[in-house]
């Protein structure tokens, strides 16, 4: 466990009774649970070249989708380090340096939570491939932005974290009112005053303004919504590798 890492976060979120609860559930409940079944997985002890990140996606959803959009390869479970993207980085990557890595990101926290110069390079897709009328980076944008990073990196490893299918659900299918505020990317350009003026949709399923089935389709809709360009990649990826082995 990350020691600063938890005081950061206790210190910023430490009259939060839901975060409480969240961390209760994340830290206690889940890793016993996990220890009956299988261990969490570091991605840094696995073996790959480029790896493509969807972030906030659950297993079930993913199997869910993926059977009636199938993307090639072979379907693994694997059990994560952490469940928020903080935590996710600071026990994955810590202060390590990782100079084989280009990270692609339309994640604002690979910026604000990792020192640019743990890795290669850093391309933040979330700075200057915004889309302000969705809050969010299209994977469209970060299909072509990876494929850039490839290319001009051949020699280097690629991480392409993709902001879907978290919030907001700008899918096929939507919510009512869900165009969340990234304040975390408004902090990250120097808003450090910049707060998220709306409740997750997650939060709103637990006050009970939405059911699960309704959110859990906006959820999957908003992964689907990425599924297009994963699978451009996947397909350019796999070309690529054997015009190089060729």
Request: glycine share 6%.
């Amino acid at each position: 466990m990350n020691l600063l890492h938890v005081i950061k976060e206790v210190r910023k979120h430490g009259t939060d009774r839901t975060w409480w609860r969240k961390r209760f559930l994340t830290h206690i409940v889940s890793p016993y649970y996990s220890t009956l079944e299988n261990s969490s997985t570091l991605i840094t002890d696995e073996d790959w070249d480029t790896l493509l990140i969807l972030d906030a996606c659950r297993y079930d959803l993913f199997s869910e989708t993926l059977a009636e959009n199938p993307l090639p390869g072979t379907l693994e479970q694997r059990t994560s380090v952490e469940t928020g993207t903080p935590g996710f980085l600071a026990e994955t990557f810590g202060d390590e340096t990782y100079h084989d890595v280009v990270y692609v990101t339309g994640n604002p926290y690979v910026s604000t939570d990792l020192d640019s110069g743990q890795f290669h390079a850093v391309d933040e897709v979330w700075r200057d491939g915004w889309d302000d009328d969705l809050q969010t980076v299209r994977p469209e944008t970060m299909r072509e932005r990876t494929l850039d990073a490839v290319a001009s990196y051949p020699n280097k490893r690629v991480i392409s974290h993709f902001l879907q299918p978290h919030a907001p659900f700008v899918g096929e299918t939507r919510l009512p009112g869900d165009r969340e505020n990234f304040a975390i990317r408004e902090q990250a350009l120097g808003d450090e005053g910049a707060t998220r003026k709306v409740r997750t949709p997650f939060e709103r399923l637990e006050a009970g303004e939405f059911s699960r089935e309704e959110v859990w389709a906006a959820y999957r809709s908003n992964l689907e919504l990425a599924f297009p360009a994963v699978r451009d990649l996947l397909e350019e990826l796999d070309l690529q590798l054997r015009t190089f082995e060729g």
